[in-house]
């Protein structure tokens, strides 16, 4: 009877495991002789974004290699290690972002940001109130709020927010610069973080500043390829 | 017989984080690699701590009259096979996962391969912002990417004889040298505060691993 139970288990456990990691459709097409060209089916509309994730064995961790936003499709890795393994999978990143503060960090001369821990990533205590569940689609109450961004010296941004969620796998620092150069996640934060300093690249000296709390979704199948000499 | 059907999975991403990892890291660049276990000291100086392969610095300095004097907190790697205290042959291979948990400070070594007593060959640096450079030279290895929180996979390939250097960084080649000097190398990991750096920093490494040929 025990047996029956324990392979009905087993059983059921790799359907759920299959059902977690959903053939997705991702693909890896070695396109030159180390250059990896990766392509996937759009992310659902509801997604934040994507996250590119690459190893060079069959298992073991991965390493995050991009951030993507939900409408990417397509990644190309190139310059790759010769006669390597590479193996990828993308996950889809859910839940529910701030407003946006814009910064213009001050020019000429002047100090730049002091030593210390102000950068440092800190949970401050919440102000009391209910903690909602980012993965309640009805619920828009998870979001962070209050996001606060000041320029600390001449090279340096300072962050706080009211967390409201419960249930985040973290929060995603995104950056878009005033001069329409691509938007950055400069920073991945753990759960229940609610303050954080920044360094901005040159190009961010101006620039808008957003927090998400996200969670991780579904996992896409692992796709493999080998590079050449 | 009355069937008991498990509880419905928690949630897909925390269990394919559940699953256990039965792989060790392997080497890149095929070939007849042997894996090599050189042993460590850890080394200390101006408040720098180590705890497992987590390494910091503080923001302010405690006097400590250590070594040149510089905040550090690294491993440093001795008694490679085939190579004694340092290695001075074959074909040097290292991999290894950092993730800067918290950077108050600036210009920031993380990686070294040491020359000998002739001082460091290579040092691989973090700037505030998340940029990755090579000290000697200043040059950019990867703008940007050592961001809080984000994991960064670091392989090298050092030939000792043909006097090449490749560093890779997730996967990609991103720094190399073809005029090595000669002699014995040894590698370090962790923090170093280099002469133009500054302030605190929190990274852990992790996955390491050295291979031979």
Redesign the interface.
Known sequence: MSVVRARLGAVLLVLGLAACTADSGLTATRTGSTEIRLTWPAAPDTALGQVLEYRNQAGGEFTELAFLPANATSYTHSELIPRTDFYYRVRTVFGRESTSVAVALPTGSGPAAPEGDWAAPRSRPSPPGPRNSLRDKENSGAGPTDLHAEAVGTDGVHLSWTDHARDEDGYLLEVTPANGSAVRVAAVLGPGVNEVGVYPLEQEHTASYRVAAFYYGQTSSVAHETTGA | ?K????P??VA??A??GL?P??????P????NWTEDSPSYDVQTCQGGKVNGLTFSLP??SAFDACGNGAPRAERRYRNYSGGGTNYSSGVRQFSG?FTI??????RISLKQTFNGDDGPYFMLAV?????LYSVEGGGTIN??IA???????V?TVHDVQAHTLRV?I????AYTDNNAPGGAFYDKIGAYKTSSG???ITVNW??VHFWRK
Request: aromatic share 4%; net charge positive.
């Open positions: 017989m069937i008991r059907v498990l419905v999975l897909c991403a269990l394919v699953a990892s039965a792989f060790a890291a392997g890149v660049e095929s070939g923001s302010a996962t948990s918290s950077m108050g400070g600036n700037e505030k912002t998340g940029r703008s940007g961001k809080v929180g984000t994991a960064v996979r392989n890779y997730n996967g990609s080649l500054s302030g605190s992790s996955d």
